[in-house]
């Protein structure tokens, strides 16, 4: 597990930005491990300010809310570069669900830590077909330090990093169904692709 390499700036005279980011499937946590970081910046006397993409309307619109319902006020924005001025006054910069931004918010965190806010981004590292998501990667690339949290695999009890949709549906994003996904070791995420192919194909047939 991570441990921050600190949790505030101390009383150094120049201020140090980082990133750090938390990347998981769905029910790995990772939410609850940014709300985590917060929480100990705020304890120490951290102005600390919460940011998530406005297409994830999901719970309510000021909290990031994760599915333990430990929350925190947060502010949607539409576009990465909306953080800039509100972080600019800030030490810590929390975003969530950073995946479903786009890839302007690798130069943002950039811009950010660059001038000495430490910025936690939390998301999901693949999207329902295992691929890569949104702008996750390349934060994965710049960033100082990077956990990947791991959920559980409802079908074999293993260690779990894909998020399985159950559903058919080929659109990359299914905002607030995640009755829609679980979380699958490497082993069952084939298996069930597989499943869905030929459920496919034989549907096809039938038509
Ligand atoms: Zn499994």
Known sequence: ???EPRVGNGRDAARRGWIEVVVGSMFSGKTEELIRRLNRAKIARQRVEIFKPALDTRYHELDVVSHNATSIRSTPVTFPNEILLPASSCDVVGIDEGQ???ESL???CNQLADHGVRVIVAG???DYRGKPFGPMPALMAVAEYVTKVHA???CCGEIATYSFRKAASAEQVLLGE???YEARCR???LE???????????DALKH
């Open 1 to 3: 597990m991570f441990i």
């Open 100 to 102: 479903f931004f786009d």
């Open 106 to 108: 690798v130069e943002v």
């Open 124 to 126: 999901l590292d693949m």
């Open 152 to 154: 559980v695999c409802v």
């Open 178 to 180: 995640t009755d829609s």
């Open 187 to 189: 082993h069952c995420f």
């Open 192 to 202: 069930g692709q597989q499943e869905k192919t030929e459920l496919h194909a034989a």
